[in-house]
């Protein structure tokens, strides 16, 4: 075990000095860091993953990596925690570094910061003895200013070895410092005091240095500069406890008084000692990963044939105290870490590991809109933060690792979302489509009489359209403005259709155009036959005709001049009358109308009404 120190407010380097003997297979390494809150009163979220270089490889730290929490001058709400990470493939069997990178502390709201890091190397050579090893982890508040270590469920302790116990502060600037007493089933001994000297402490001289201890073959090492004592006598913090506790003691305690800078820092212990109690089996020293893939339970195994079982914790169990309990999916968060103290009859405990991961469904998918005809469409995908690796697909496509595709069309897709577990998660989703086509006719004039010349326009206010389809009187034109005459009267319905370069990308816009019959406007209502060429003779101008049939009346009935004749398309004016009665100029009055119009379809239209004879 090798602690270290950092410098959190600017890059650093920390070496540590722990290494793996010629002849001995490496089996574990696990790295630890204390993460400390640095909102001190506020509750917040869990911190974003944080980043380091272990061996130059890039790794980090976030909420799935928590152990436990402790309360550092801060609320129950925002507590900071001791993070562990395994690193087994990263080390290496010597000169073993972390990198770490500046850390953001002048805003230090809603964030964490990362200011120790300690290495556990765990190997194993046939020809030495077999040792036991525990980690303490401190979960109590330091603002106590003494607080109590309890060591229980261990394994029988052979007092005839050396026993290790190292212990790791972060601080202890100010007398009386930290005084450590153990209290065992012999007695009560004081272990001496940590200073700033015998801590990580924060200094550039200490920084880089030394870890702690090894213990290998039923012998206790210092590392730096400690011998194999009974005190807490120089700068590894490390005591030899054999001489404290009873043979084949499976507990103790330790007393911690004192304060430093008014606050207790001791954060963690580590003991390894020799037992007589029988090797764990080969599994025990890896963790068993279990899924929530497609079902809604998993079930937990540990090593079959041992006394008793206890699962730590109970949280979504159906028994924590058998061997293979049964997990529901409701129970559990995103990973759970679970522990099982596995006893023989003896009394002898190993531990077991186990970690459930909950179904990996991605936190969210969001799709854009795609333009009418293009391929805009967006799909993104936000993966759970607590998985490393995803491969995605859409509809039975090639996978890929980015969480985005683009260029999609309009239309449904299939989601494949498949997780470095082999967990496959399956969704469905819509790429929709915005029209940005528009259609607006403009018509100039909508009413009049005929022939009527239109002039229409596509007045398409975003420039959207370049396409214009004119359904006019069963002609379709084409044109962003077109003209066109009405020469028969009636009401027409125009249609626009107008689009960018698909067909069905379009917009469709409807106007009417009235077209009256000229002959309701050219029949006049007055004549003056005075001789001075103004309005002299009464006539008619009956477009689209083709013959003609008139009787003039007087208001007695008599017929004052009748007519027939052809109608010519290019001169179509007809005189009806020039006010003469056999060649006398007729009296001034009100005078009567019939006109019969034939056209060439032979259908007809009559004309009746009056008008005045003025002179």
Known sequence: MTYNYLDWM????????????VGCLLKKAFLFSIKLTCDRQHSFPEDAPFPFKYNNNLIQFDSSNNATPYFFLESAAAPSYIVLKDVTSLTHNSNNKVITYAQKIGLCYSTYYYNSFFLLLIYENSTYSLINMALELNSTNYEVPSMGFNFNNLNNIDTNKDVALSINCVDATVAPY?????????????????NQSSCVYHSSNWRNGAGSFYYQNDTLHGLRDDSNTPFLDTTDAIVNIKSYLQNNANNFFIDVSGTSSGNNFTS???????????????????????????????????????ASYTWYPATGLSNASVANPKINISSVPSITNYICYVKDTAGCMHTE????INAIKPLSIAATTAICGGTQGVL?????????????????????????FSNLTQGQYTLNVRDSLGCLYTDTFSIKQINPAQATISAQPT????????????????????????YINGTVQHGKNINYTFTTPGTYSITLIAYNTLPVCSDT??????????????MPNVFTPNGDGINDVLSITPYYYQSITWHILNRWGNEMISGQQSIDANNPQILLWDGKANKQAADVGTYYYIINLTKTDNTQ???KGFFELLR
Not at 380 to 404: D, E, F, R, V
């Open 10 to 21: 600017s890059p650093d380097t920390i070496y540590f000095n722990n290494v793996v003997p």
């Open 353 to 356: 590991y186990a970690r459930v």
């Open 509 to 522: 816009a409807y106007t009417t155009i009235v077209v009256e019959d000229s002959l309701l406007w050219f």
């Open 447 to 470: 009413l009049g009489l005929v022939p009527l010349a239109v002039s229409f326009q596509d007045y398409d206010y975003n420039n959207t359209t370049n396409i214009q389809n004119w």
């Open 605 to 607: 239209k009559i004309l």
């Open 380 to 404: 993104s995908i936000k993966p759970n933060p607590c998985y490393h690796t995803y491969w995605y697909n859409l509809n039975g496509g090639s996978m890929q690792n980015a969480a985005t």
């Open 178 to 194: 930290l005084q450590y007493q153990i209290n065992s089933g012999i007695g009560s001994f004081n272990i001496d005091t940590i």
């Open 268 to 306: 963690s212990f580590v003991l390894a000692y020799s037992t007589p109690c029988p090797a764990t089996p080969p599994n025990a020293d890896s963790t068993r990963v279990y899924t929530f893939c497609n079902t809604n339970t998993v079930q937990l195994q540990a090593t079959s044939g041992y």
